[in-house]
């Protein structure tokens, strides 16, 4: 089905968590490669391997405890990050706020639905 133009195939893996430097269990880091020596990692909830892909991953353990914590923007949910990750492979980015938002500034308050910009990218992207 992937060579087929009308069919779009995603897949999406469910991981434990990423990196170490990116689990969110509150520990602290002294390599400064990934952040000021000293200073609380972060955390990613999923990841995919960019416009046109074909597949993310989502790091359960790391996103539950981003959304226990609430160390996430408010209004983000690990429900989201599947439907936030196709969102990626179809060209929309966290600029476009609303599900695609990281909570960063600039980049809005995460929601449970897509911005007009990223629609507009889902609907224009061509078969990879």
Known sequence: YEDDPDLWTVY???????????????TYTNDTEYGEAGS???AVAGEA????????????????????HHESAEGW????V???????????EHSDGELMSDGKPG???PS?????????????????
């Open 107 to 109: 980049n809005g308050t």
């Open 82 to 92: 599947p439907v936030h990750e196709i969102g990626h492979l179809f060209g929309a």
């Open 49 to 68: 391997d960019g416009p046109g892909g074909h597949g993310a991953l989502i790091y359960w353990a790391s996103g539950a405890e981003l959304e226990k």
């Open 112 to 128: 449970a639905f897509f911005s007009p910009k990223s629609l507009n990218a889902i609907r224009s992207a061509k078969h990879p």
């Open 12 to 26: 999406l893996l469910g991981a434990f968590q990423g990196m170490h430097t990116q689990d969110a269990d509150g």
């Open 77 to 80: 949910r690990l429900i989201d």
């Open 40 to 42: 609380q990692v972060g």
